[in-house]
């Protein structure tokens, strides 16, 4: 499992801990949308946040993902930040949780 924040929001790991647990995902947040992936609304600290979950890939992605490129959800975070220096509104990452099981 890896686990990356975003230092200004550093006091939302036990929060983003939390999310690890695939239990506690399902039970709780607000559901804005499910389909291929899932975006739910969480409220913390007195944030409101959007945490997507995606879907599980298919075999061949797997090993691609696992080997030669990153994840979604790491693209995803890495490029919130190359958006808004290019000028285009985005919301600002927070985290990323990877979870891998069997490579």
């Known amino acids: 499992m890896k686990i990356l924040i975003n230092s200004k929001y550093e006091y939302l790991r036990p929060f983003v801990e939390q999310l690890t647990r695939p239990i506690f995902f399902a039970r709780?947040?607000?559901?804005?949308?499910?389909?291929?992936?899932?975006?739910?609304?969480?409220?913390?600290?007195?944030?409101?946040?959007?945490?997507?979950?995606?879907?599980?890939?298919?075999?061949?992605?797997?090993?691609?993902?696992?080997?030669?490129?990153?994840?979604?959800?790491?693209?995803?975070?890495?490029?919130?930040?190359?958006?808004?220096?290019?000028g285009i509104d985005t919301p600002e990452e927070v985290a990323v949780v990877e979870i891998r099981r069997g490579g």
């Open 28 to 86: 709780h947040g607000e559901t804005l949308h499910s389909g291929r992936n899932i975006v739910k609304l969480f409220e913390t600290d007195g944030m409101r946040l959007a945490v997507k979950s995606y879907e599980r890939l298919t075999l061949c992605n797997r090993m691609l993902y696992g080997s030669l490129r990153k994840s979604k959800a790491m693209r995803a975070y890495l490029y919130a930040d190359r958006l808004r220096r290019l």
